[in-house]
């Protein structure tokens, strides 16, 4: 973490590399950072950016003793996404949804790159995070009421009931959180496609399946026929999200679109691929771009709603027009094809 008062000394490898004034890539060649006595760093432990205390590196640097860093804890101390996670006894993958919360994307901070949060923000959430008080009842939802949980906390308060048991069904879920039983099994589904789709990526053999991953994550057979349907397409959504991100990329450059934006990707019915593209550049050719797996590119008449309900394709006319060249034309041949 970084301690209180002390993030305008925060440096990077990149800060330490020109430091020493070599490149980064040849700085790491070296690892100066790996000799024995060179201060550790402040980040945490699994964190992919490594993030140093200046004055401890100056005073190594010029083979002064190193000073120590405070030990006490300060409500000012920034923590990273790892150290809030733990300082609430929640996984990062929770806390990547907790964060959303506008007290702490209003305390957020940033130093070196690296997103933190003021440790006073963070207990303070803590002390009213949502789910608390409903996961203390043993009775769910009431009849005749809405969940009791915001929905955009859903995801982040099932998430650590299925770490804690990864056979966790939506039964209890809905008693320990108080939603609704679709509610539950809908963030179920979800959290466990996205897992699933993880270990996938992260043991790539040919012969493990949605259906394998599932068994070597500990979830029932029984509970995960839609989540392993889902990884599927999570795991083409993932594959074709460059090609996406390059086509966002050539429409925002021929000036359709004012912000090269993430494509909305969406899996309608668990079972496909559709992505849309707003184009609100003063020139556009169309209101949206739509991307669907089997049918590719077609404009929508629509900014608010490009994507039709349930992702049913809409016939020709109306401002619907369906380009050529494919599922996965070039950028180019898309810009080609819409120039009028």
């Known amino acids: 973490m970084i301690r209180a008062g002390r993030q305008h000394l925060v440096r990077t490898l990149a800060d330490l590399a020109a430091q020493r004034g070599v490149g980064i890539d040849r700085y790491n060649r070296l690892k100066p950072y790996a000799a024995e006595g060179f201060p550790a760093p402040v980040s945490s432990k699994e964190s992919r950016t490594r993030l140093y205390d200046g004055e401890q590196v100056d005073a190594y640097l010029l083979g002064k003793p190193v000073p120590p860093l405070p030990e006490e804890e300060d409500d000012g101390d920034l923590l990273d996404r790892r150290e809030c996670a733990a300082l609430i ?54 009849p005749r009421t809405g969940d009791q949980v915001p929905r955009d906390q859903v995801p982040a308060l099932v998430a650590e009931l299925l770490d804690a ?10 008693a320990q959180l ?55 397409v999570v795991l083409r959504a993932r594959h074709v999200a460059p090609y996406l991100a390059g086509v966002a990329a050539a429409l925002h450059r021929a000036g359709w679109a004012t912000r090269e934006t993430e494509p909305d990707v969406q899996f309608p019915g668990d079972d496909r691929v559709v992505a849309a593209l707003v184009l609100d550049g003063a020139q556009a050719p169309a209101p949206a771009l739509v991307w669907d797996e089997r049918y590719g590119w077609r404009t929508a008449a629509s900014r608010r709603h490009p994507i039709t309900k349930g992702a049913v394709p809409p016939s020709e006319g109306g401002g619907v027009r369906y380009l050529t060249g494919g599922i996965t034309p070039p950028p180019g041949d898309v810009v080609t094809a819409l120039t009028p």
């Open 165 to 174: 048991d990864p056979a966790v069904s939506a039964a209890t879920v809905t």
């Open 89 to 142: 006894g929640v996984s990062p993958r929770s806390w990547d949804v907790y964060k959303n919360d506008p007290a702490l994307t209003e305390a957020k901070v940033e130093a070196g790159g690296v997103e933190h949060w003021p440790r006073r923000a963070v207990k303070e959430f803590q002390a009213g995070r949502p789910g608390r008080e409903a996961s203390a009842t043993a009775g769910g939802r009431p």
């Open 178 to 232: 108080g939603v609704h039983r679709d509610t539950a099994q809908d963030a179920l589904t979800r959290l466990r496609a996205d897992r699933i789709a993880d270990h996938i990526e992260a043991h790539p053999t040919p012969t493990l399946t949605p259906a394998a991953a599932a068994a070597q994550l500990g979830y029932p057979a029984g509970q995960v026929r839609r989540a392993t349907a889902r990884a599927e």
